[in-house]
């Protein structure tokens, strides 16, 4: 069957997948509410034709975070994309680089950020941090990833707890990997992810793990480790984002900010891009949506950092809502992890082609020669 939106895609990563990974990429949290309400709150927002502008669009071409870029869009972070295909970290940036577009590598990422900088040598790479305990190895990866040409630093800022996800529980995924018949059965159902993305990748060196936990603690997903130090901070401050300042010579954005006042003191403290974002509903379920809140901070009287937004985009014209609403840049979680279980780099790039294509096709009907031109007509 032709694969014409991300929702076919999405359909053949099901298949492809084994249903504990593809839950722990598709659902949100407890009662999954938030899901819900990005995806009413997207299809809510009509945007306002303009007529007679000749030729729609001239370009997609727009300029975030000192460059100007040939498209708004973002690959956003997403742990364990390696576990959807073998290298798919790098399959993520390589896709994504045909387009120009920015790829964000995850602290979670199986490659380490110095395969996909082998892997990807032309793709822009951002870096996500997520802060350990260990502040001294955190610091130790921050002098990794300036190492490997990556400018633009995003500290994710919404994780301070470990969310609750019943689903991963009831399908017996998580990390370390723990069998139960359930979770073994799930993936002897899938016999060709086994062994294209386990079983091949694992006789060539050795089973998948987080890549960028120093050596001694990387025991693979499938073992447990006593990670302590690696547990993720949860109890980040101003003074911790002043630090990060000090120490990075590059751009600082901050992921999931949904306050005006927060992103106001984010510039103030020297950032330079703030994602508004609810994490695409899988962390907290009782959060205002993107939708609600990217306005509420793009009206602010003052200097904001450049606004990107998140969650929930499944297609082109839910790309221009958010820049209608305010957004510079828009990201991608979960769409391009369905395309690359759907087909590889060549499927993550098929899935771009076609969401730019529908980016081009809302824009012609909204006489908008520019992603800078739109507007919303609701309200
Ligand atoms: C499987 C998966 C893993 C994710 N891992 C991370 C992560 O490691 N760090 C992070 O900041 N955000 C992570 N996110 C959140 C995304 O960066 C992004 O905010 C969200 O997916 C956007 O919503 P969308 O998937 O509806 O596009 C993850 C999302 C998914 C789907």
């Known amino acids: 069957m032709a694969l014409l939106n991300t929702d076919d895609f999405r359909a053949a990563a099901r298949r492809r997948l084994p249903r504990g990974l593809f839950d722990y990429i598709d659902r949100g949290t407890e009662e999954e509410l938030s899901l819900a309400r990005i995806r009413a709150a997207l299809d809510g927002i009509r945007l306002q034709p303009r007529i007679l502008n000749g030729e729609c669009p001239v370009s997609l071409e727009t300029a975030f975070l000192g460059r100007r870029r040939p498209t708004p869009l973002v690959i956003a972070p997403t742990a364990l994309a390696g576990m959807v295909a073998d290298r798919g970290e790098t399959k993520l940036a390589r896709a994504a680089s045909r387009f120009g577009i920015p790829f964000t590598v995850s602290t979670q990422?199986?490659?380490?950020?110095?395969?996909?900088?082998?892997?990807?040598?032309?793709?822009?790479?951002?870096?996500?941090l997520y802060v350990w305990k260990d502040r001294a190895r955190t610091a130790q990866l921050l002098r990794r990833v300036a190492e490997c040409d990556c400018e633009t630093l995003v500290l994710t800022v919404?994780?301070?707890?470990?969310?609750?996800r019943e689903y991963n529980q009831r399908n017996g995924f998580g990390v370390p990997f723990r069998?139960?018949?359930r979770n073994i059965a799930d993936i002897l159902c899938h016999p060709r992810w086994l062994w294209q993305v386990i079983l091949r990748p694992g006789l060539r060196h050795g089973m998948p793990s987080y890549g960028h936990y120093p050596p001694e603690f990387r025991s693979g997903l499938m073992s447990s480790t006593?990670?302590?130090?690696?547990?993720l901070d949860p109890a980040l401050t101003w003074q911790d984002l002043r630090a990060l300042r000090d120490g990075w010579r590059g751009r600082i954005v901050l992921k999931g900010v949904l306050a005006a006042e927060?992103?106001?003191?984010?510039?103030?403290e020297g950032v330079d891009g703030i994602v508004v974002s609810t994490h695409g509903g899988r962390n907290f379920d009782c959060l205002p949506t993107t939708a609600e809140a990217l306005p509420r901070i793009a009206g602010q009287r003052g200097a904001l950092p450049e606004?990107?937004?998140?969650?929930?985009?499944r297609r082109g014209s839910d790309v221009l809502k958010y820049i209608a609403?305010?957004?510079?840049?828009?990201?991608?979680?979960?769409?391009?992890?369905?395309?690359?279980?759907?087909?590889?780099?060549?499927?993550?790039?098929?899935?771009?082609?076609?969401?730019?294509?529908?980016?081009?096709?809302?824009?012609?009907?909204?006489?908008?020669?520019?992603?800078?031109?739109?507007?919303?007509?609701d309200g």
């Open 109 to 128: 990422s199986v490659e380490p950020i110095e395969d996909i900088r082998r892997g990807a040598p032309d793709a822009e790479l951002w870096f996500q």
């Open 158 to 164: 919404d994780t301070q707890m470990p969310p609750k």
């Open 179 to 181: 069998p139960t018949p």
């Open 226 to 231: 006593t990670a302590e130090d690696l547990r």
């Open 262 to 268: 927060d992103a106001l003191r984010a510039r103030a």
């Open 307 to 313: 606004l990107i937004a998140d969650s929930g985009v």
């Open 325 to 377: 609403l305010g957004a510079l840049a828009v990201q991608l979680g979960r769409a391009p992890l369905w395309g690359l279980a759907a087909g590889d780099e060549g499927g993550a790039a098929a899935l771009l082609e076609i969401l730019l294509a529908e980016i081009q096709t809302s824009m012609g009907f909204l006489g908008a020669r520019r992603p800078a031109d739109l507007a919303r007509s």
